[in-house]
T-cell receptor, first 115, second 112 residues
């Protein structure tokens, strides 16, 4: 079964600095998708970024980028120029055609932004 | 364009009572999902649907039933609520199975 591990329950970063959140996963599949979702205090789950495993190029969305290491099964999220609005729980998630149609989530990392 | 909406936002039930959570999406998505989120855990899939009239079990289906009579609606039912079902419930939808899932705002359920 696929598993997703986020080993950092909490992280903090100074405003305007850069922070990297870690995620590792376990799978025997070669074709899959990885996601980072953000959950602010409002509880709404918001997609931050998505990566297709067949793409070698790392996905980027404005200040958010990933470091996708397929062989190492690692998928970290880098947030540049951190802003107060980035404070949230961040969940890494995995999806594959052989995963019973479900997103498998990690347990999350709580990110605090220090003004 | 409201996206994914859920009703109610918050509900308190007594053990043994029943209720239905409603999820609606206006994006013409084929796939819809119900998840639950418990403290210290990510979301876990309860049931899902790959199209109108179809449903399937997810990771934690026991104690829940679902129906997808209309493409835009996905209902989650609790026939006899238990304290273990106290949780935050999220509905999501996607155009394809591998597509990005869009989430509703969540329903907080407390079972006493």
């Amino acid at each position: 079964a696929q598993t997703v591990t986020q080993s950092q329950p909490e992280m903090s970063v100074q405003e305007a600095e850069t922070v990297t959140l870690s995620c590792t996963y376990d799978t025997s599949e070669s074709d899959y998708y990885l996601f980072w979702y953000k959950q602010p205090p409002s509880r709404q789950m918001i997609l931050v970024i998505r990566q297709e495993a067949y793409k070698q190029q790392n996905a980027t969305e404005n200040r958010f980028s990933v470091n996708f290491q397929k062989a190492a099964k690692s998928f970290s999220l880098k947030i540049s120029d951190s802003q107060l609005g980035d404070a949230a729980m961040y969940f890494c998630a995995y999806w594959s055609n052989f995963g019973n149609e479900k997103l498998t989530f990690g347990t999350g990392t709580r990110l605090t932004i220090i003004p | 364009n409201a996206g994914v909406t859920q009703t109610p936002k918050f509900r308190v039930l007594k053990t043994g009572q029943s209720m239905t959570l409603l999820c609606a999406q206006d994006m013409n998505h084929e796939y819809m999902y119900w998840y639950r989120q418990d403290p210290g855990m990510g979301l876990r899939l309860i049931h899902y649907s790959v199209g109108e009239g179809t449903t399937a079990k997810g990771e934690v289906p026991d104690g829940y039933n679902v129906s997808r009579l209309k493409k835009q609606n996905f209902l989650l039912g609790l026939e006899s609520a238990a304290p273990s079902q106290t949780s935050v419930y999220f509905c999501a939808s996607s155009y394809l199975g591998a597509g990005t899932q869009y989430f509703g705002p969540g329903t907080r359920l407390l079972v006493l």
